[in-house]
């Protein structure tokens, strides 16, 4: 073997990526290694694998080196090692490999003899590669721009180490909870020749099993027709062994004992079971093929327990069936080869035109809970992809040096683990969940080391200056910035990652609203300052001394970096800030929180400290003065005089209590007590706000929009209103005891709880328009209307989720309206195309729903809409979301959950987040647009799911006269792209460039210039590959089932490139950077 291992040693390393000889050209891997199905008989493949969560119930290291087996019993590392030993000790074994992220850690940390070993294991087929990407994606809560990114990266791994023979053929989704149509479109866009799943709805299971419909040809895309084809087939048995035949250390089935003289010999029952098994599996498929998954989660440990009865098992049945011309024959497979047996046996499959949501295990067991499962996790992933971009872009328009590319491969990474089916999904542990966040904050906090070296460098003009600006994040999601909130004067940078031009609003955390802002010219910039909510500032996780946020609304071209100066003004400024109460307690309560918030003063204004005389009720007696509320660390001083003062101020011969207590006014007395008296003033129940686009109605005491109007006379209703669900709670013996959990939506009613209305505000200026409600429980709802933008944005505020009554809740938003939708809605795939859903239906059975509600969730990646003949109404997302139009004319979107059951399948745990010792809050954001029915919308999606980047540097040492004679307006390129083209991509690729481009038009073709678009590059060469960067797509031949012919894709002619109708072309670009 030493001697073996020695000659492997010698062998040369595969080819680079992209090798001009292509991916066909190997005689022993791939297709050519498959052991050929013998005619006329059932051929059974058997496949050897394992299943490994990158992250679930333990961390990704967790799981790597094995540690924390309290909670599984569970290390990758020791499933290579042992597997890999096992693949040399006999050539018919065959394993394969799905989850990059694991294999590389594992990769590198080899010496060069196994590795040698490996790429030899690799090239003869023996170990194969399925999948590839860093991680088995979601394909829920999964939005494309990073599943295609995380394919690129895994598959590059691959291809630089194994070369033809490491390029995956296959998908391999057999644990998704429920399956994308995007998703099928993206592998086929990739090369992938098919798909495989695991998990369907147990309903349409039943039905495939009787149709023979377990395997199909799924078109991915109606727009791109056959193009988006791809044979998608259903395993039997999830991705589990049959009953009984799991050999590894962590099953209790029995092995095979083969001694005749034991007294446990079992070698005839074992395989007469199996021959039985596999003859029944046989009649829900249309060819004398199919395949047994062998393994489970993590299987493998010790595969030598595998492989020997595996060995055994295949043997044995094989003597077994020549000897009673049984017919069937066993032997060692991979997903490949089985998908090269249907194709060779050319059978007629059905079409499939939908997709696999949502996905049921048992009639209330519909896994539509984890579409919207933590929800700040949601979140900080959708920002860190806009990150992601954001440094990719920098990095190659700015020139940078290549050893920054480590940080880039940093992100990159930690962006595919997040898209992990239990990742992105929220179905993870609550410490698992702390690590993928400590991983993404750390990667995106390394990353921006691009950003502050890209803009410092085209600001100065210079590469060779010093750092001039921090360009710093900021927690704008909270309002909150230490840079905005400390200093006088400091600059607001702003990035457009879009390949065209941009108006978004831009919100400052300020501690007060007297500032200016001057644009890169030097002109002053209109602003607003808003107060912000108490909903906000509530907000236990936030830290923060700002009381205001500073609105302008700015104009930013294609690709482009736009500064701002911004400072301190003398200037006072009014705000228009209005306060709605439906009780005179809730308003006395404001002015208690007010006061509460202005402790911090008392230390810098001693004079307020002289107090207006209460009106007291002589039944209080003093006793004490509780200001443990009012204290800091700083104010002792001040709050003992005050003290003092309280307890020598007298009223008839009793000392009152200075709890103040308020009798019921009428509103002339009311008048008199406000520091504001706008703030008490009567006002009528109704108010309207309006922008050049429409007109919104509401009503105060209500707390509701109540109408949308348009300036051609049309009107919409539309109200926004909070509710929730109680979740159930059950101890899941049985589905009529299911709980609602992380995964699970199970609604304990099928009408949901309004939320109460406590207050409303308004805050009216030049700019903008609030309208607040705050809700009970723990409920806030702003809609704002811009000037000159034509979108509602609805923020919303939820938290924490009451549950001292025993009861987890389920939070949703309800757009009502009037719009006669006859139970029809559309959601998005995975953030591109839309699907049309109906109520209690699925296109490919006749669906029975003991869950209604549960039943038509649909996972909601960045929009869902409803309409009719005329208007549509679409509400745009900020995250993943799961969503629904269960009452005609609404759209609901659910935006937080906090459980107290488990719902059994796995995690061990409720799904109770808190943050600060409370229950979690969330804040985030709707938009929604009313347009004629065929208005195109995808620009407005793009730029709430990639908004501007908001960047933070502080001015102290920096005057305004030499700030105006920095690059603080630069563009990379001349000027935005044809409409319809999206620039998907762009990224150091080696050496050379990755360039995406996307039509996001559905029925016109475009064109691009690609050798004209960047102003600091020059184009030298350009060769197209497949999606995932991995296959050149000259060499790239498409499979085509049922006999269909395959459409020929477009040659570029010089640096034209041609898109048709959603279509995705990605290139490799050779370049030279102009001086």
């Not at 058997?46 to 490994?52: A, K, L, S, W």
């Not at 080196?65 to 020791?78: E, F, L, M, P, T």
């Not at 992220?101 to 590795?115: C, E, I, S, Y």
């Not at 940080?407 to 595919?416: D, T």
Request: charged share 25%.
């Amino acid at each position: 073997m030493q001697v073996f291992l020695l000659l492997l040693g010698a062998v040369g390393a595969l080819s680079l990526p992209f090798d001009d000889e292509g991916i066909f050209n190997t005689n022993t891997c791939g297709y050519e290694s498959c052991h050929k199905p013998k005619p006329g008989m059932l051929n059974v493949h058997i496949v050897p694998h394992t299943h490994d969560d990158v992250g679930w119930l333990k961390t990704v290291d967790q799981y790597y080196y094995g540690s924390r087996n309290n909670i599984q019993k569970a290390g990758v590392q020791y499933i290579l090692d042992s597997v890999i030993r096992e693949l040399w000790e006999d050539q018919k074994r065959r394993f394969i490999y799905v989850e990059t992220a694991f294999f590389w850690k594992w990769w590198v940390r080899q010496p060069v003899k196994v590795q040698a070993a490996v790429r030899d294991l690799v090239s003869q087929g023996r170990l194969q590669f399925v999948g590839g990407a860093w991680s088995m994606n979601d394909e829920a809560a999964a939005h494309y721009h990073s599943t295609i990114d995380q394919f690129t990266w895994g598959l590059s791994k691959l291809n630089k180490t194994f070369g033809a023979c490491g390029v995956p053929r296959v998908g391999w989704q057999i644990d998704p909870f429920g399956h994308s149509r995007e998703f099928a479109s993206l592998l086929a866009m990739m090369g992938y020749d098919g798909l495989f799943l695991g998990r369907i709805d147990y309903q349409d299971k039943v039905n495939r099993l009787k149709q023979k419909t377990m395997e199909m040809v799924w078109r991915g895309d109606d727009t791109l027709g056959k193009s988006s084809d791809i044979f998608t087939g259903v395993l039997h048995n999830t991705y589990s062994p049959p009953p009984g035949f799991c050999f590894d250390v962590l099953c209790n089935d029995e092995p095979i004992v083969d001694d005749p003289e034991s007294p446990i010999y079992n070698v005839e029952s074992k395989i007469a079971t199996f021959v039985e098994l596999c003859a029944n599996y046989a009649k829900s498929y249309r060819t004398n093929n199919i395949l047994i998954t062998m393994g489970e989660d993590f299987n493998y440990q010790d595969a030598g327990m595998w492989f020997n009865n595996l060995d055994k098992l295949i043997d044995y049945t094989n003597i077994k069936s020549a000897k009673e011309q049984l017919n069937i024959t066993l032997f060692y497979s991979t997903p490949d080869c089985y998908l090269k047996a249907i194709k060779d046996a050319n059978p007629q499959l059905p079409l499939k035109k939908d997709d696999f949501f949502p996905y049921a295990s048992d009639p209330t067991a519909f896994w539509t809970g984890y579409f919207t499962s933590r929800p700040t996790t949601k979140y900080f992933e959708r920002e860190s992809n806009n990150y992601l971009q954001m440094v990719k872009q920098l990095q190659v328009l700015a020139d940078l040096d290549k050893h920054n590319e480590f940080v880039l491969n940093e992100l990159k990474s930690a962006m595919g683990v997040m898209q992990h089916h239990d990742a992105i999904t929220g179905t993870e542990k609550q410490h698992v969940t702390h690590d993928y966040e400590r991983l993404l904050n750390q990667a995106v906090d390394d990353a921006m080391i691009i950003t502050k070296q890209a803009l410092n460098k085209i600001t100065q003009k210079d590469a060779n200056k010093p750092p001039l600006f921090d360009f710093k994040r900021c927690h704008l999601n909270e309002s909150r910035c230490d840079i905005s909130e400390n200093n006088d004067k400091f600059i607001v940078t702003i990035y457009n990652p879009l390949a065209w031009t941009v108006k978004e609003p831009i919100r400052i955390p300020v501690t007060d609203a007297n500032y200016q802002v001057f644009g890169p010219d030097g002109k002053e910039i209109e602003t607003q300052a808003i107060k912000i909510a108490k909903a906000v500032t509530d907000i236990p996780t936030r830290i923060s001394t700002a009381t205001k946020e500073l609105l302008f609304i700015t104009e930013i071209k294609a690709l482009t970096y736009k500064s701002f100066y911004i400072k301190k003004s003398t200037k006072t400024k009014r705000s228009n800030h209005f306060e709605y109460f439906t009780n005179i307690n809730e308003y006395f309560d404001s002015i208690k929180d007010n006061f509460e918030t202005e402790k911090d003063n008392f230390e810098t204004e001693k004079d307020i400290l002289k107090p207006i005389e209460p009106i007291v009720l002589p039944t209080v007696e003093y006793k004490s003065i509780n200001l443990d509320v009012l204290k800091d660390a700083s104010n002792f001083k001040e709050l003992d005089s005050l003290d003092k003062f309280l307890k020598g101020y007298k009223h008839d011969a009793k000392v009152s209590r200075m709890r103040v207590q308020y009798p019921k006014m009428n509103e002339d007395e009311m008048r008199m007590l406000a520091d504001e008296p706008r703030t008490v003033e009567r006002f009528d129940d109704e108010v309207s706000f309006e922008n050049q686009y429409f007109k919104l109605d509401a009503n105060k005491a209500t707390g509701e929009i109540q109408q949308i109007s348009f300036p051609d006379g049309s009107r919409l209703n539309l109200t926004i209103n909070m509710y929730y669900y109680p979740g159930c709670p059950g101890r899941n013996s049985g589905p009529s005891d299911r709980a609602s959990g992380a995964y699970i939506f199970r609604p304990n009613a099928t009408v949901p709880t309004k939320l109460t209305i406590v207050k409303t505000e308004v805050a009216n200026g030049d700019l903008a328009t609030e309208f607040r409600s705050y809700l009970n429980p723990n409920g806030y709802l702003n809609t704002k209307i811009y000037k000159n933008l034509d979108f509602v944005e609805n923020e919303f505020v939820v938290g924490p989720i009451p549950i001292h009554d025993g009861v987890g809740k389920e939070y949703i938003i309800k757009y009502e309206t009037n719009i006669v939708n006859n139970g029809e809605f559309y959601t998005d795939s995975n953030g591109r195309q839309m699907i049309k859903r109906k109520l209690n239906y699925r296109p490919d059975w006749n669906v029975t729903l003991a869950e209604p509600i549960a039943g038509n969730y649909y996972p909601v990646t960045n929009e869902i809409s409803i309409q009719n003949d005329d208007v549509k109404m679409t509400v745009l997302t900020d995250r993943s979301e799961g969503g629904s139009s269960i009452v005609e004319g609404e759209i609901e979107l659910m935006v937080h959950r906090r459980l107290l059951w488990d719902d059994a399948f796995g995690v061990g745990e409720p799904l109770n987040e808190t943050a600060m010792g409370s229950g979690l809050v969330v804040r985030g954001k709707h938009r929604v647009l009313i347009k004629n029915v065929k208005a195109n919308t995808k620009k407005h999606v793009f730029q709430l799911h990639m908004p501007v980047h908001v960047l933070f540097s502080d001015a102290t040492n920096i005057k305004y006269d030499e700030w105006l004679k920095l690059n603080n307006d630069f563009s990379f390129i001349d000027k935005d792209l044809p409409n319809g083209v999206h620039l998907l991509t762009l990224e150091p690729f080696d050496d050379r460039l990755l360039i995406r481009f996307e039509n996001y038009l559905d029925d016109s073709e475009v064109q691009v210039n690609l050798g004209s678009i960047f102003k600091g590059l020059t184009v030298k060469n350009v060769k197209e590959t497949m999606l995932a960067a991995n296959i050149w797509a000259d060499d790239y031949n498409k499979w085509s089932w049922n006999n269909d012919s395959v459409e020929k894709v477009d040659k570029i002619e010089g640096f034209v490139v041609k898109l048709k109708a959603k279509q995705i072309r990605t290139f490799v670009v050779d370049y030279d950077v102009k001086k």
